[in-house]
């Protein structure tokens, strides 16, 4: 073996290009040339932090309500969140999609089911219902609402006045790894009923019960996680801790995870969902976690910084955070946001890593 | 070999009692003259249907507490259920401890903690708060108040009428597997706090939410599950049968088990616990558990058959279960029941059997 | 209240003898009169360290053998092991079942299955196969024959000379749960097949290699773990520490659990079988478990002490080690002995505890 | 809202026209021009079927180990298989990295370690070990040898002959994650120690044997699955069908799956592992799964259907399959192929699914 380092002869480098070409042609591609690129000793995501206001979003989506309709093919009048990291695609990050869908007055979007997993998030406004395999559930300001994998659903808006919300998919993940399926169904809604609860609710929205008549899913049973007992649960974090008491995850800073009750693991079995308070004055703690996340501040208003970037953000805005990139929120009169991120699909690979970093 | 099926002689039956007797002297004992009792076809419990009426017992429980402490060493002022068919035990069933708790006005029971998992249920009354690991639980009519193995606790009764309520626990197992292990505490209360909800409910009582900086433990986090929550739960699982809708185990009857949120398993390793709805003129199915269990009526009326007996029973009365007899509940009026079981055990060691008959 | 700690008067007394009757005539007992013996500080069992001798053993199982048929009724010419301190039973410890059980020249046994979990072990002789759901098992010295619950089983002597061995069983935990169901096979053997292998061990056999053909069933799918690769796997730890790497659980003494290739878990769901090699001059460490155990000494000779009992043993005798009794095997020529035991049971409850002391 | 589908008018284009500019420069992109891309009916993988022969892969390898050398940076002369479908790659699929990786007399490559889960096949020749951890694995025919995440390790080549093996990792589906951490070790090895077996399997490596000792990590503690094992398993499904019992896949098709042995599941988080073997005459099930995988013949000779395409392939001849393509698989001669692919990723996503077609 002759060694490179040592100054190749022009012989051995034309020798080395007639190699590269037969690899080339043989479908084969060295790894000592990419190793680094392949291999990074830290994640190096293509991702990069990126804000969208949604002063800018919800106008654009508007827009589209007078221009494009909801039907058969395109399917939901929705406008992704396209990572200026990854051009060509619309994608948020390399695994999570998020987009704001519109519907208009009376509309409705007609159902299908996919391997996908889907959810709902609502920061503003109320008046649409999603039939999920046949069950009503009402959208409202603050509800997380799940589509997990393979649910027939369809939305139908009930009133005189548009509706907007944030869709999060695991669309990317699914699409590079080739495991989608997707059904269209009926063109006719299945219902259009219009209950305050839905049938999931009342069967498995009482805590800690669970209706033995009623078996478990392998996806949360449970559709619909309502505003008035996500913010009763924020709130008593932050009391417990002006009692002196544990519950906060650090100073200032309450969070609860959407979970399935059959199981207490994540709701969604790709997308963890959680929600964030930050009390008055309050400050993160920095945090960096391999696998991305995307953020919507639900209320309040703040600073963020995500890697290099920091902005300040106000309710509806969002923020994508790509893999190992460190986050840390600041509020003076405090916040509330909703994030959701790929931390499941780590967890079950075994790929899950955090650092935490005091910052002060 | 001779076979002794084969009219033994006089010389083969003496041979037969000399060996019987140097099998007792080596602490030996054959398998042949006893395999039928020990191993029946179905099971066979010394454990019998019983009955105990609440209007019986909660007068001898307010007699003792005339007349017995509440203190160091007894620990607590609880009157157990006796199986007739268990001679010499205090044993509802043959894992199944249950008692009548009394604490009269401003009495305080001491701290301890053991390996035995305990619960509370309450058909009646409110004042007494239990602090589980120094957090104080309300005791209200319908709570169902967990106390898992190795948590300290302590009673006390904060008003000036007495209380009393069921205790539920797995001595008798523990007993028998020589598991047990028990530890004296402080002999002052660790807090005289009196909140409407423990924090451990303010923490972990929301649907579907989890507090991400509350690490839960391999016990249920959550020691309340309050009557509001579960009347609601109950009485939707009815509603929707009205409806058309699923949820109900049978026509009429609604259950709910009371589990762990972190897990959505039963909220105690070794017990059991459910709330049983009857509606208006329904009558259970006809099933038969491998394992015994304990049921109390809440509330209403109706008639039990346990095997070959029948009773009317009523608010308060308690009756046990041995394992494999048949169990019916019929009700004009309706009829609200507590069971408790050792249906996780028989499920952790894969001894779990279920027989439904239809009975009609 | 009246503390009866203040010297009860006669009247106090009386009325206390009157409610204590009251308590008996509604099949009530008080806890306070009790509550030490049921709930002791640490494991008080009944049970008491036992030895019994395999010179003594073996001539009774020999006898029976003359006098006592093997057939239907009474099933198996097993005689068990009876712990002194459980007087009335069979039982080696409160959970576990012991038994030697002999096997005449072309005797059989007939097919039978049970609830009941079952294993044998052979400390000597071979000879015998055992059908297992119609797989033929031969049985060899040192190997250990699973039989899970509910599979069908049944034993064949094929030669012109007895063979005794071992059998565990959960007897006394399934009758004390009232778990038990039993079921009477045919009288015809299912094979009279006689392979040296299985066909069990030639699917699943194989060190981490599964059968993607072959569903693995709930219980362990390998019914047969041979003295050869037992044999090996102990000796490779001694080996290992020798050259100074990590292996063995403390100086000189290796231990192999059985398990079930399909899980990694214990090889039956209520019992632990391990297999023990304490090297020249070896000591274990003094261990307690909360459980109960049997161990057999398969080779060699040595001391051991259980609670206050110290015993010298060799080859084939079995000695009962009840709930947290210290145990410590000390060795000078070097000593293999097989265990089983009820850990799995107090894992699968949450009730396993463990101490060990140095002892030097 | 105008539809579109009636004929936009000039305007109306214009104004999408304007909008879609506008979506852009907001970075945000409409899922109803693209969805059906995104969200396919089923799989549409952009990897196709591909073939890369063994005559052409080992002279090249060969040519770069008189080019190439083997040190700190590119780390491993392993060249990979590009997949045709996949431009500007260097994945055999979406997921999965496979390469042939050539060793030269003497050589050594340096200590890292990494989060990719990393496993080598060997299709012929010997001489070459593997320390992982510092555990020394000696590589021969037909072996499989575990490098999971983070493991440290480094391979050297103690003979004056080369040595050339097939490299599998996720290295595509951790870079899309943006999950990898990449650390350098010691230039120099650990060890040159050259034992016939490792460390490892001395502790793990006897069927349904737990070294209690040795607690098992997270991966699998067994490292490396030898020929005589697997070849042996095999031959014994192939055997029992012959004889008329149960334990292949399909007539004719025996296969075995590497698994972890302290919990049975796949012996790598993220790839599975298994080896075929199709008897004499013998043809495969045709089978589609989610997910993609990659197979290389070990030994004999046949023909091969992946979607469109069917080849003639002979040992060492590698060839990927994309998602939910049909795969065939036919041999006069009898033919063993060992396959990898990324099934464990999607069921612990929950997006496994299989179609089997009789195709007769």
Partial sequence: MTAVTDEPTAEELAQLDELYADFAAANMAPLWT????LMPQTPSPHAVPALWRWSTLYPLAARSGELVPVGRGGERRAIALANPGLPGTAYATPTLWAAIQYLGPREEAPAHRHTQTAFRFVVEGEGVWTNVVGDPVAMRRGDLLL?????WHEHHNTTDHPMAWIDGLDIPLVRQLDAGFFEFGPEVLSTTETPAASRNERLWGHPGLRPVGAPAPAA???????????DAALAAQLELEAEGHPGVVSPGHAVVRFTNPATGRDA?????TEMHRLGTGAR????????????????????????????????????AVPSWAPVTIRTDGGLDAFRFSDDPVFEALGLARTSVEDGS
Same sequence: chains 1, 2, 3, 4.
């Fill in 34 to 37: 990419q190793r680094g690129g």
């Fill in 147 to 151: 589509t997990p994998g393979m649910h």
């Fill in 268 to 272: 969604l079995s790709t997308i963890r």
């Fill in 220 to 230: 949360s049973p449970l559709m619909a996680y309502r505003w008035e007992h996500t």
């Fill in 284 to 319: 993160s703690l920095t945090t960096r976690v391999a696998g991305s996340g995307v953020w919507q501040v639900f209320s309040g208003s703040g600073s963020v910084t995500v890697g290099d970037e920091t902005w300040d953000v106000g309710t509806g805005d969002l923020f």
